[in-house]
């Protein structure tokens, strides 16, 4: 078997490993026809190896097998011509709405074209390899139902939903002139739209992170620390009290 170094890896995933991930439409409803990708080299990510010039069989959109030869009645064949073929990578902090666009774009552009934006920043990850994204930071719930639905390509999402953060604290992005807040003034945009939401005190963060996990969240993020995208924090300021924190993991527990 060939030794994989770091050259031959990049090269082999930049030549040609990501385009076998893009499979035809339908091929992971049940009953879909079967897929066999031929003469592939496999990285499996724990062995420094490459598996060389193997065979790998996909029904129902899952590997059923692996091995040199296998039969190739009634599939699809995709020949992979050498080219490697890895696990899908996983990137577990992601900013669909902000890997790409400003924080300034963010707050002044309508949610619908964020999300558009959001739609194409989300496809290339994919093309880039990452099949699974945790998403930590938005209103990304539009892009999971549309990917869920096969509407648009990308990467499977974990979304955190908006984030909660304290006032003055990473994640307030309102302008200086914006205090004193009064009852129902800490909706901002950026809290009107699903971005992040500010909370001070035990139950105002016990019921803002029970909101965000009813908007189908799959975890809660939590502002601890100060940020780069802030004005109001620097990066070593410790933030909620500990019986905030506490109470927003004892809500995510629950």
């Given at each position: 078997?060939?030794?994989?170094?770091?050259?031959?890896?990049?090269?082999?995933?930049?030549?040609?490993?990501?385009?076998?991930?893009?499979?035809?439409?339908?091929?992971?409803?049940?009953?879909?026809?079967?897929?066999?990708?031929?003469?592939?080299?496999?990285?499996?990510g724990?062995s420094?190896?490459?598996?060389?010039?193997?065979?790998?069989?996909?029904?129902?959109?899952?590997?059923?097998?692996?091995?040199?030869?296998?039969?190739?009645?009634?599939?699809?064949?995709?020949?992979?011509?050498?080219?490697?073929?890895?696990?899908?990578?996983?990137?577990?902090?992601?900013?669909?709405?902000?890997?790409t666009s400003?924080?300034?774009?963010v707050?002044?552009?309508?949610?619908s074209?964020?999300?558009?934006?959001?739609?194409?920043?989300?496809?290339?990850?994919?093309?880039r390899?990452?099949?699974?994204?945790?998403?930590?930071?938005g209103?990304?719930?539009?892009?999971?139902?549309?990917?869920?639905?096969?509407?648009?390509?990308?990467?499977?999402?974990?979304?955190?939903?908006?984030?909660?953060?304290?006032?003055?604290?990473?994640?307030?992005?309102?302008?200086p002139?914006?205090?004193?807040?009064g009852?129902?003034?800490?909706?901002?945009?950026?809290?009107?739209?699903?971005?992040?939401?500010?909370?001070?005190?035990v139950?105002?963060?016990?019921?803002?992170?029970?909101?965000?996990?009813?908007?189908?969240?799959?975890?809660?993020?939590?502002?601890?620390?100060?940020?780069?995208?802030?004005n109001?924090?620097p990066?070593?300021?410790?933030?909620?009290?500990?019986?905030?924190?506490?109470?927003?993991?004892?809500v995510?527990?629950?």
């Open positions: 078997m060939a030794y994989i170094n770091r050259r031959s890896f990049l090269a082999g995933t930049a030549a040609g490993a990501l385009s076998s991930l893009l499979l035809p439409a339908g091929a992971y409803a049940q009953g879909a026809t079967p897929i066999l990708i031929r003469g592939s080299n496999i990285f499996d724990s420094a190896e490459l598996m060389a010039g193997m065979d790998v069989l996909i029904e129902d959109g899952l590997v059923t097998r692996i091995g040199a030869n296998l039969s190739t009645d009634g599939a699809q064949v995709i020949d992979a011509d050498g080219r490697t073929l890895m696990p899908g990578l996983i990137d577990m902090h992601w900013h669909a709405l902000m890997a400003t924080i300034e774009t707050l002044n552009s309508d949610p074209y964020i999300t558009l934006v959001a739609a194409e920043t989300n496809r290339d990850a994919l093309m390899g990452f099949t699974t994204v945790r998403d930590v930071g209103n990304v719930f539009p892009l999971v139902r549309a990917t869920r639905e096969g509407r648009i390509i990308g990467p499977r999402i974990y979304p955190s939903g908006p984030y909660v953060g304290q006032t003055g604290g990473h994640g307030d992005f309102r302008p002139v914006a205090v004193p807040a009852p129902g003034e800490k909706f901002d945009f950026f809290a009107r739209i699903g971005m992040s939401l500010l909370a001070d005190g139950p105002e963060v016990m019921q803002r992170s029970r909101e965000i996990l009813r908007m189908g969240s799959t975890q809660i993020k939590a502002m601890a620390g100060g940020g780069v995208s802030s109001n924090d990066l070593d300021v410790v933030q909620f009290t500990f019986e905030e924190m506490k109470a927003i993991v004892d995510a527990a629950n």
